[in-house]
């Protein structure tokens, strides 16, 4: 009688190999999309630390409401044609239509809003970079009182190393000379980020990007709208550098960055995402010291080297 294999039940041939031995190959689509997956943060780091170049070249030509307020009403207009005609799916109800509005509204209009209010009254960049590195360390206490995640000792000590790090490469830009009414908008921007990434985290982590940055940026632009309406300060010059920042942001920032922290919100913890801010300043220093030929002293490169071991330590 002839024998048969013990896996399959196949009658036994020395020149085959056993279906059931050999796992099916792993399609090239599912690798890619793994692969993405683990680059994403890196790529969210070096999307979201290309901010400065808009701020560079746009806010000369424009206030910084002004500016953010067009940039909006432009995220608004091409993500509402791209979702249409891809025929993406919407928020389902209004409670989620809310949800997501206002994490919009607390990263984008408080925190964007923040950031360049705060730089165009004069707040060196340096220590607007560090009041808002402090956002991991206030995340990760929101995270354990809010979403019930438990933040180990060794993350705890990788989140003070990075805002160490982050003080080290900012220290030589920090400056002095500025008063209360720059700093309290850089403030804002930090309980804007820190808010609308523990918020998203737990009321709406999960939504199409496409719909979902509409759901996101048109209050944001309803509520920027209101308030440079009430100030009566619009100013915008659509001088080429203005129109080069302008693209930037929408597609760089508002499209490819945005579309990454959502995904990053989604599968990930509050506190790992958080952490990966401490990147943003060593990786802006090191696109300003290639792009613009910014000086890059000892300290800010023990800084940077500091800083990653810090996020490696609170995302291991």
Same mark, same amino acid.
């Given at each position: 009688?002839?024998?048969?294999?013990?896996?399959?039940?196949?009658?036994?041939?020395?020149?085959?190999?056993?279906?059931?031995?050999?796992?099916?190959?792993?399609?090239?689509?599912?690798?890619?999309?793994?692969?993405?997956?683990?680059?994403?943060?890196?790529?969210?780091?070096?999307?979201?630390?290309?901010?400065?170049?808009?701020?560079?070249?746009?806010?000369?030509?424009?206030?910084?409401?002004?500016?953010?307020?067009?940039?909006?009403?432009?995220?608004?207009?091409?993500?509402?044609?791209?979702?249409?005609?891809?025929?993406?799916?919407?928020?389902?109800?209004?409670?989620?239509?809310?949800?997501?509005?206002?994490?919009?509204?607390?990263?984008?209009?408080?925190?964007?809003?923040?950031?360049?209010?705060?730089?165009?009254?004069? !707040?060196?960049? &340096?220590?607007? /970079? $560090?009041?808002?590195?402090?956002?991991?360390?206030? *995340? @990760? %206490?929101?995270?354990?009182? =809010?979403?019930?995640?438990?933040?180990?000792?060794?993350?705890?000590?990788?989140?003070?190393?990075?805002?160490?790090?982050?003080?080290?490469?900012?220290?030589?830009?920090?400056?002095?000379?500025?008063?209360?009414?720059?700093?309290?908008?850089?403030?804002?921007?930090?309980?804007?980020?820190?808010?609308?990434?523990?918020?998203?985290?737990?009321?709406?982590?999960?939504?199409?990007?496409?719909?979902?940055?509409?759901?996101?940026?048109?209050?944001?632009?309803?509520?920027?709208?209101?308030?440079?309406?009430?100030?009566?300060?619009?100013?915008?010059?659509?001088?080429?550098?203005?129109?080069?920042?302008?693209?930037?942001?929408?597609?760089? !920032?508002?499209? &490819?960055?945005? /579309? $990454?922290?959502?995904?990053?919100?989604?599968?990930? *913890? @509050? %506190?790992?995402?958080?952490? =990966?801010?401490?990147?943003?300043?060593?990786?802006?220093?090191?696109?300003?010291?290639?792009?613009?030929?910014?000086?890059?002293?000892?300290?800010?490169?023990?800084?940077?080297?500091?800083?990653?071991?810090?996020?490696?330590?609170?995302?291991?």
């Amino acid at each position: 009688m002839r024998s048969r294999c013990r896996n399959c039940s196949t009658p036994w041939n020395p020149w085959t190999t056993c279906r059931r031995s050999t796992p099916p190959p792993r399609s090239t689509s599912s690798v890619n999309s793994s692969a993405a997956i683990r680059f994403a943060p890196l790529l969210f780091v070096v999307l979201w630390s290309t901010g400065f170049i808009g701020a560079k070249y746009g806010l000369p030509h424009a206030e910084p409401l002004s500016f953010l307020l067009v940039r909006y009403l432009f995220v608004v207009s091409l993500m509402t044609l791209l979702a249409l005609a891809m025929r993406a799916p919407w928020p389902r109800d209004a409670r989620q239509w809310f949800h997501i509005g206002v994490s919009g509204l607390l990263v984008h209009a408080v925190y964007l809003g923040g950031v360049f209010v705060s730089i165009s009254k004069g !707040l060196p960049a &340096g220590v607007a /970079s $560090l009041v808002v590195g402090i956002q991991p360390l206030l *995340t @990760a %206490v929101g995270a354990g009182w =809010l979403l019930n995640e438990a933040v180990l000792a060794r993350q705890w000590l990788g989140l003070v190393l990075g805002f160490v790090g982050v003080a080290m490469v900012v220290s030589g830009k920090i400056g002095s000379g500025f008063g209360l009414d720059a700093l309290w908008p850089a403030l804002a921007a930090l309980a804007g980020i820190t808010a609308g990434t523990l918020y998203q985290k737990r009321f709406c982590p999960s939504f199409d990007w496409r719909t979902g940055a509409v759901a996101q940026f048109l209050p944001t632009a309803v509520a920027t709208a209101i308030v440079v309406g009430v100030s009566d300060n619009f100013r915008v010059e659509w001088a080429p550098d203005f129109i080069f920042a302008l693209a930037w942001l929408v597609l760089v !920032l508002s499209l &490819g960055a945005i /579309s $990454l922290l959502n995904m990053l919100i989604r599968r990930g *913890t @509050a %506190v790992n995402l958080a952490s =990966l801010f401490y990147l943003v300043p060593p990786c802006t220093a090191l696109i300003a010291w290639l792009l613009f030929d910014e000086r890059l002293a000892g300290m800010a490169l023990a800084g940077m080297a500091l800083a990653v071991w810090g996020v490696y330590l609170a995302r291991k």
